[in-house]
């Protein structure tokens, strides 16, 4: 059983992460299913168990699955179990994750990759608590709370017959939403320097010389499809080459793809038809003579001034093109000191 003591830290103290941890707060005590809905490298295993150890079954087993990793017929021997001789390999009783879970938590990563048979079977459990192993004709009991985890619009799944609707409204009694890592942007310099002081601790250096202004600029400006998962490989990638040189300054390279090719694709310029300019706002000059947090902030309100101009100062609108709440708007607004120009 895994100890609170072992989970990894969550880190971060933008609106949107603080705003998560007083969901998963709230949520966690309350004994019914959950569903943690995130997109790739959002850390939904993590807030799973964090669900489970801030609950009441804390001291019992947090048992996972990824649905997505076992066939059909394996998922549903995984979850259900079964007897000697159930099928062609079954060559003893094999109690499955159900009841290994029992009196705990069960959390089936990638949730939405499971077949409407299986579907079927936790359903009945969700409802009634119970099942029987594969080839077994034993009705079983199982105390278990069920987190789901997926990436997936599980609403339009039901609405195309992809997932059972019955089974959704039944895990969906809490629905997390994990924001991805491009909402959090405040959050990017703390989790690069957690990341790259364990990496350097890791490779045996005394110290972490930090980012220069180069490589933070371009870690707060990528898009990170993969999110914090993402970022740890790139933040781990960047130390791990500056200790091979061993470079004493601080991190001036951050390789975002490490499937870029130094040479490219060679094709003949005459050939090459010319880009559109990019239309988009520079950002603050990047100035090594001046504090870290002080250009961060500029940056911020060069951003939040550029989008209520794009939008006419509708705030609405800009802040939906920002993926921020009218609230967090207001917020960044007031933060800043930002008002409408007279006409």
Not at 21 to 36: C, E
Not at 41 to 57: P, V
Not at 156 to 163: I, M, P, R, S, T
Not at 245 to 255: A, L, T
């Amino acid at each position: 059983m895994m100890s609170p003591d072992a989970l990894p830290a969550l880190i971060g103290q933008s609106p949107e992460f603080l705003a998560l941890l007083d969901r998963v707060s709230l949520v966690a005590p309350v004994d019914r299913p959950a569903l943690i809905i995130g997109e790739r490298g959002t850390g939904k295993e993590l807030i799973g168990a964090r669900l489970h150890f801030l609950s009441s079954r804390w001291s019992q087993d947090y048992v996972k699955v990824n649905c997505a990793a076992l066939s059909e017929d394996l998922l549903e021997s995984e979850l259900f179990g079964h007897e000697a001789g159930a099928f062609t390999g079954a060559k003893g009783r094999h109690a499955g994750r159900f009841e290994r879970a029992d009196g705990g938590t069960l959390f089936l990563d990638e949730i939405a990759n499971a077949s409407l048979r299986v579907q079927e079977k936790i359903l009945r459990v969700v409802e009634y608590g119970e099942f029987e192993r594969i080839g077994g004709e034993k009705t079983l009991h199982t105390d278990v709370r069920i987190l789901g985890a997926t990436n997936a619009d599980l609403p339009a799944l039901a609405e195309q017959g992809k997932f059972r609707a019955d089974l959704l409204d039944r895990l969906a009694f809490e629905v997390i939403n994990l924001p991805p890592l491009r909402v959090r942007w405040e959050d990017i310099p703390i989790l690069a320097q957690h990341f790259a002081q364990n990496m350097a601790k890791e490779l045996g250096q005394a110290r972490f010389a930090g980012f220069g202004m180069s490589a933070m600029r371009a870690l707060m400006e990528h898009h990170w499809p993969g999110n914090v998962r993402e970022m740890k490989n790139a933040v781990e990638r960047a130390v791990t080459r500056s200790s091979a040189r061993q470079s004493e300054g601080p991190i001036e390279e951050i390789v975002l793809n490490p499937f870029a090719r130094s040479w490219a694709d060679y094709v003949t310029p005459a050939l090459v038809e010319p880009k559109a300019e990019a239309q988009t706002k520079a950002l603050p000059e990047a100035r090594p003579d001046r504090p870290f947090a002080a250009q961060t902030k500029a940056f911020e309100r060069t951003l939040i001034i550029e989008a209520l101009k794009a939008h006419a100062w509708h705030q609405g609108r800009a802040a939906k093109a920002l993926s921020l709440t009218y609230d967090q708007m207001r917020h960044y607004r007031h933060k800043h000191g930002i008002k409408r120009p007279a006409a």
